[in-house]
Structures are given as structure tokens and as C-alpha cells.
């Protein structure tokens, strides 16, 4: 089994940042893909940005504002949300794919209001 930790979310004022974090531990032969969904209110839960094997992808809507990054050493990844808007505002979920599976954290919130 893998369990994932996520930490780094909460409340936010227009263009300020937060920094996600998603620690994977457990029966981990190899971590492959890692990355950030979101999911807001009355909405699909969508892909935000993805890292795997150094080459990243991003939504349109966090092109230039949010970084992906990992520490392959601690099998964690991280979210960088900077200029961060109201519509920003959803629970967001770290992915990890695995040799056997992929796995979900349990969802932090971010809140961009003011």
C-alpha cells in the first residue's frame, strides 16, 4: 500500500501564493508520474500540472503562475501557486503513480478570497 500526505493548503487573499506539498510513502518500488488535481464546487475534479520523468504539463489556467516540482529523495512533490485568483479557489488533490498503481491524497483545501 501507499498513503499520501498532503499539506499546504488553507486561506488565501487575491495574488498572494501557497505552496502544496504531497510526502508518498509505503510499499514503493518506484514513483512515476506525480501531480495536482483540483476539484471546486459543482465541477469535475481537472488536471492542474503533472511532472514526470523532469518534463511538466500544465493547465491553461496555471500556465505561468503555478510550479510543479519533486524530490525524488523524499518521493514528495510540490505545488508553487503564486498570483493566486478567486476561481483558484477548490480542494486540491496530489496523484502518484506507482509500479502497480496510481493513488490519490486525501485533498487539501485552498480558499482565495478576500
Do not use: H
Not at 38 to 51: C, D, T
Not at 58 to 64: P, T
Not at 87 to 109: F, K, L, S
Amino acid at each position: 500500500q501507499v498513503q499520501l500526505v498532503e499539506s499546504g493548503g488553507g486561506l488565501v487573499q487575491p495574488g498572494g501564493s501557497l505552496r502544496l506539498s504531497c510526502a508518498a510513502s509505503g510499499s514503493i518500488v518506484r514513483v512515476n508520474a506525480m501531480g495536482w488535481y483540483r476539484q471546486a464546487p459543482g465541477k469535475e475534479r481537472e488536471l492542474v500540472a503533472s511532472i514526470t520523468s523532469g518534463i511538466t504539463k500544465y493547465a491553461d489556467s496555471a500556465k505561468g503562475r503555478f510550479t510543479i516540482s519533486r524530490d525524488n529523495a523524499k518521493n514528495t512533490v510540490y505545488l508553487q501557486m503564486n498570483s493566486l485568483k478567486p476561481e483558484d479557489t477548490a480542494v486540491y488533490y496530489c496523484n502518484v503513480g506507482v509500479v502497480g498503481g496510481y493513488y490519490w491524497g486525501q485533498g487539501t483545501q485552498v480558499t482565495v478570497s478576500s
